[in-house]
């Protein structure tokens, strides 16, 4: 089993930036599709990011695209979430997830994930 931890939220204004990390134990983390997800109050859980074993391919949607970043350091079983320019509208619990299976689509969905952390807290206020 495979168990992710998230760090890093917290609460910011509008504008600012955060960096959540998620470190991974057991398995083999390098070669793990590897995702972020966030869930807002009152909302479905809606993908974010995702990032490819190498991480030589990338993905965004569209809301945080050009503000966001994902990144990996195998070396240290961690991906980052690199977040700027924060709205309100971010504000979320925001979970780590990996995936066993390398793309074929871009995972997306809840489903395609086969591990989860718990997540972390964003709040930003405007």
């Known amino acids: 089993q495979v168990q992710l931890v998230e760090s890093g939220g917290g609460s910011v204004q509008a504008g600012g930036s955060l960096r959540l990390s998620c470190g991974a134990s057991g398995r083999t983390f390098s070669t793990y599709t590897m995702g972020w997800f966030r869930q807002a109050p009152g909302k479905e859980r809606e993908f974010v990011t995702a990032?490819?074993?190498?991480?030589?391919?990338?993905y965004y949607a569209d809301s945080v695209k050009g503000r966001f970043t994902i990144s990996r350091d195998n070396a240290k079983n961690t991906v980052y979430l690199q977040m700027n320019s924060l709205k309100p509208e971010d504000t979320a619990v925001y979970y780590c997830?990996?995936?066993?299976?390398?793309?074929?689509?871009?995972?997306?969905?809840?489903?395609?994930?086969?591990?989860w952390g718990q997540g972390t807290q964003v709040t930003v206020s405007s």
């Open positions: 997830a990996a995936r066993r299976l390398p793309w074929s689509t871009v995972p997306k969905l809840v489903a395609e994930y086969d591990y």
């Open positions: 990032i490819s074993w190498s991480g030589r391919n990338t």
